[in-house]
């Protein structure tokens, strides 16, 4: 319900403006070329068709099926059990997918930030939304799909990571996040 004045007219809530540090320690995602990033999500349809539908309780291939997820993925990196990482940029919260680039950096394991959103990879994959991928280590079943993403993979950096010296006041942006009260 709406504050209301003296007169008992609905007042207008006040706009504050309040200032926000940027974090010197975000990343900053590398984007694919057009045509690679084309081929790659071919690639992952092509590999992937049906993979939903011919599920079986038990298959034989239990220890080189992919990871799904981000959760399953970062437990993934973490354990050592990925040779590459598949991951959407257009994720909303960001902070999401924010510490992947840092864990694979740190892993060495090469990552592929994709321009699409979750639903349209997860309708690639047969799933409702997936955000992230994970392709395990000597995976003999999808071996051309590995070489191809491997070979394609951008140089991802974080810089913060490979500098020296720790981040300084001088790094820090100020951003204004508007709202109202």
């Known amino acids: ?58 298959d034989s291939d239990e220890e ?37 680039p840092v864990l694979c950096t740190l892993a060495e394991i090469p990552i592929i930030p994709l321009n699409v959103n979750p639903y349209e990879l997860g309708t690639i994959l047969g799933f409702r939304s997936c955000i992230a991928i994970g392709f395990k280590k000597n995976d003999q079943t999808r071996e051309n799909l590995l070489s191809l993403l491997i070979e394609k993979a951008p140089d991802m950096r974080v810089n913060w990571l490979q500098s020296s010296q720790s981040p300084t006041l001088e790094d820090m942006h100020i951003t204004q996040m508007k709202y109202r009260r």
């Open 64 to 100: 080189y099926k992919p990871v799904f997820g981000v959760n399953s993925v970062t437990k993934a990196i973490e354990n050592n059990e990925l040779s590459v990482v598949v991951v959407c940029k257009q994720v909303t919260p960001p902070i999401v997918i924010q510490h992947l």
């Open 1 to 58: 319900m709406p504050k209301r004045n003296r007169r008992g007219k609905a007042r207008k809530p006040a706009v504050v403006y309040k200032n926000i540090f940027d974090s010197p320690f975000a990343v900053n995602w590398v984007s694919l070329p057009d045509a690679d990033h084309t081929i790659i999500v071919k690639s992952l349809s092509n590999v992937f068709d049906g993979y939903r539908t011919h599920k079986t309780k038990k």
